[in-house]
């Protein structure tokens, strides 16, 4: 996959989509391999995406979760993460429409590539990612 990514065959790769609640917010995680924006060729870049769901109607609007991004460390050493707080203002957390995803938001330069490919990130070909939202403020939905 990272070699795709380097020719360009496939940019970024998405995780299937996921829920905070039941009837919660819909969303997914977004990995570009070999990089994004200012973390081209340099970094691996890990997004959050909003997307457009069933239970939109019964949702406050704009989207206002903590969100941590974490790249998880298979050798027992430290996790990489990094949390944000959405901006109300940005299109990114508004209701979505028409479209089905939302502009990812997150982390051109979330981990240089060296270090991602030698601090045990990677094993048998494989990385994994945890995204977690903090849902202690999210107003419960009846159902």
């Given at each position: ?54 239970f939109d109607g ?15 460390n298979q050798a ?68």
């Amino acid at each position: 996959r990272r070699r795709e990514a380097i020719d360009g065959t496939t940019m970024s790769l998405y995780s299937t989509p996921f829920y905070t609640s039941r009837h919660g917010y819909k969303m997914c995680a977004r990995i570009y391999l070999n990089g994004d924006g200012m973390g081209k060729n340099t970094h691996l870049s890990f997004f959050f995406v909003v997307m457009r769901g069933p239970f939109d109607g019964l949702l406050t609007w704009p989207f206002k979760q903590k969100v941590t991004l974490t790249l998880l460390n298979q050798a027992g050493k430290k996790h990489v993460s990094d949390s944000f707080r959405p901006d109300p203002n940005s299109s990114s957390f508004q209701r979505p429409g028409r479209r089905e995803m939302h502009i990812a938001s997150g982390c051109p330069m979330f981990i240089r590539i060296e270090h991602l490919m030698s601090g045990g990130f990677v094993k048998d070909d494989c990385i994994y990612v945890r995204v977690i939202v903090d849902t202690n403020d999210v107003p419960k939905v009846p159902g």
